[in-house]
Nanobody, 120 residues
Framework: QVHLVESGGGLVQAGGSLRLSCAAS????????MGWYRQAPGKQRELVAR????????YADSVKGRFTISRDNTKKNTVYLQMNSLNLEDTAVYYC?????????????WGQGTQVTVSS
């Protein structure tokens, strides 16, 4: 079983920054992609950013130039989301996602979510 632990959410003023962390643990053989999604009240969950095993990255248009996803080169299966120039529309619960393989087959796991609240 793959377990994701997220941290780094909180309350920040508009224009501020936060960094989210996500660590995946368990009997992981390989990771295809790790990423961050978010869900605001009354809205569907949406992709924020994801990074593939080959290093390629996707960003939502709304966060391009403000958010940066990265992998930790020393901590296996750990990713970060650096969020700069936060605005009110970034307020949401942020979820980490990890997709890959264990000895039992393919998995797709989610973290418990971390709240990010941007105030004016």
């Amino acid at each position: 079983q793959v377990h994701l632990v997220e941290s780094g959410g909180g309350l920040v003023q508009a224009g501020g920054s936060l960094r989210l962390s996500c660590a995946a643990s368990g009997s992981i053989w390989s990771v295809n992609v790790m990423g961050w999604y978010r869900q605001a009240p009354g809205k569907q969950r949406e992709l924020v950013a994801r990074i593939f095993s080959d290093g390629s990255i996707n960003y939502a248009d709304s966060v391009k130039g403000r958010f940066t996803i990265s992998r930790d080169n020393t901590k296996k299966n750990t990713v970060y989301l650096q969020m700069n120039s936060l605005n009110l529309e970034d307020t949401a619960v942020y979820y980490c996602n990890c997709n890959g393989f264990t000895k039992l087959g393919q998995f797709d796991s989610w973290g418990q979510g971390t709240q990010v609240t941007v105030s004016s």
